[in-house]
């Protein structure tokens, strides 16, 4: 998880607090409450119902028990016919890692074969009588865990894919910046350019992740709700901003990255295809332009700002607009530069309403 700072740890904090009251909760109720003499199946059941967030605490927990009753309902017929033998070891055991291959159990997928196994050796002859009360410690642990989750600290994740977003916004400005100041001198930016690209893809690879968390976390989640958000097992589209804003930072990066690469090339390109000095300052201007519109999301873009923009950019595109206007050869650094740009202003006009 990104941003293991203050707020990671006490996010982990409540995470390991749910966990233990979860996890203690269900051993009661499973000893005390329904009268079993070990319920150790229903602690760690209850782990399972504490994940980050609600959705993917449903998911597990189900996957966990439908494993669970997989691997029981392949066990006992073997327990009864064969018995705890090597013969009905490996009998259990063929069985269940061919059933474990279903893709609905994901992560939980290894729960078959350890379940099969462990009530085959413990169950044995009475496979059974041994089986039906670990079922009921396990439907205990569930409902615990899922509910514990649900009340005590229900994880919502949005600040920090928000403020993971704006950090993207500030490194994708800054980047911008840097092309712009250093586009007049193609060959002598590179290594400042490294550095801005390697943080713009750590930053841009952090804001991903902590915003797809964020949107996850508002699945099925009671808290939401009182936050005005609608509760739903699957997104909402438009009601939370950042995924949005992400999707139109993801294609402002690429489009700013291959700039800096149709740049690069010119560093080794032959003097005819170096653009000259009139074009690179106001190109270098356009950036900086591009830039002030990254730098002010996630409000909508300015309207003065974008006539700037495209004013810039239809100047450096007039000399390319005529009929003849082609230059030799498969590539052109100076329109390859102004499509890109374009596109990227064209991404940015487009969250306008």
Known sequence: MPFAGRRYWSERAKLTLKAVLAAVVAWVIAKYGIGQSQPYFAPLAALLGVYPTVVRSVRESLAYGSGFVIGAALAIPVGLLVGPNIAGIAAVLVLAMMASGWRRLGEQSSQ??????FVLLLGGHEVVSYTLPRLADVATGLVVGLGMNAVVFP????????YAVRELREALADALGTLADEVVEPAEWRSLWEERESRLANV?????????QGA??????????LLGYRVRWRDVPGQWAAPQLMTTLDHATAYTRSIAATLRRLGDADDELVPGSKFRRL???????????????PEMP???VLAEADDKLRELERPYLGSRTDAPGLWDPQKELLRL????????RARRP
Not at 155 to 162: I, K, Q, T
Not at 283 to 297: I, K, M, N, Q, S
Request: no cysteine; glycine share 4%; charged share 30%.
């Open 155 to 162: 994880p919502l994740y949005l600040r920090r894919g928000e």
């Open 341 to 348: 740009s374009r596109l990227l202003l064209d991404d940015l």
């Open 216 to 225: 996850a976390s508002l699945r099925a989640n009671p808290r939401a709700k």
């Open 302 to 304: 300015d309207d003065a």
């Open 112 to 117: 078959v074969p350890f379940t099969a196994l």
């Open 204 to 212: 841009q690879e952090q804001a991903r992740y902590a915003v797809d």
């Open 283 to 297: 190109y270098a201007e356009a950036l900086r332009t591009l830039g002030d519109l990254v730098w002010e999301l």
